[in-house]
């Protein structure tokens, strides 16, 4: 099953402008992390926030968590080509014997025209 | 350092065959995983491992084998191929059971079974 469930599943925009994906889940997580992923590649790790935070930067990147709504958003400001991916967010939660399982949302794609 | 490396990139398999895959890290981590990407959704959770002679389920395991003889390596088995297994493959490792450690994954391979 999957924890974590983004919206938009896909986002158009043009070079410049911002573009904020939501992610939503089920149940009490430890920390909510951030993945993009080129077409044809694998994930790449972008940002990780704890559950006792509230709002995170990394570069253009910001990453806000909401945990009494089950939510989380990711920011990208100034967006450029080169941003053109799918971007999933993954929820952690403890596991002893596993340490950090992440559970996947489905992605959202997003294209940003030149 | 070449991260984590998975061999082969492309398969293609008929019904009732077997193949193993190969996931390879340099990086000295203790836990590993195999993941399926099917279209549209985010990744499954196969198998993983908490360290070298170990090996657990994940969400979705029937149908696949796994081994770590040793730690650099992580083995996914299809001992009877079936199209339901058709997907893509990521393998995934992370330093330790800390639940705040990001995973690093593999560029993934690309499987059909016919």
């Known amino acids: 099953s999957q924890q974590g469930e983004e919206d938009p599943q896909a986002l158009s925009i043009q070079e410049g402008e911002n573009a904020t994906m939501n992610c939503s889940y089920k149940?009490?997580?430890?920390?909510l992390q951030w993945y993009r992923q080129n077409s044809g590649r694998g994930l790449v790790h972008l940002i990780l926030?704890?559950?006792?935070?509230r709002e995170k930067h990394s570069g253009r990147l910001r990453v806000t968590l909401d945990t009494s709504k089950k939510s989380s958003s990711l920011l990208i400001t100034a967006s450029r080509a080169a941003d053109t991916a799918s971007y999933f967010c993954?929820?952690?939660?403890?596991?002893?014997?596993?340490?950090?399982?992440?559970?996947f949302g489905g992605g959202t794609r997003l294209m940003v025209k030149p | 350092n070449a991260g984590v490396t998975q061999t082969p990139k492309f398969r293609v398999l008929k019904t009732g065959q077997s193949m193993t895959l190969l996931c390879a890290q340099d990086m000295n981590h203790e836990y590993m995983y195999w993941y399926r990407q099917d279209p549209g959704m985010g990744l499954r959770l196969i198998h993983y491992?908490?360290?070298?002679?170990?090996?657990a389920k994940g969400e979705v395991p029937d149908g696949y084998n796994v081994s770590r003889l040793k730690k650099q390596n992580f083995l996914l088995g299809l001992e009877s191929a079936a199209p339901s297994q058709t997907s893509v493959y990521f393998c995934a490792s992370t330093i330790g059971q800390s639940s705040y450690n990001e995973q690093f994954f593999g560029p993934g391979t690309r499987l059909t079974v016919l």
């Open positions: 926030i704890r559950s006792n935070e």
């Open positions: 491992s908490v360290g070298e002679g170990t090996t």
């Open positions: 149940t009490s997580i430890n920390n």
């Open positions: 993954a929820t952690a939660t403890i596991n002893n014997n596993a340490g950090n399982m992440l559970t």
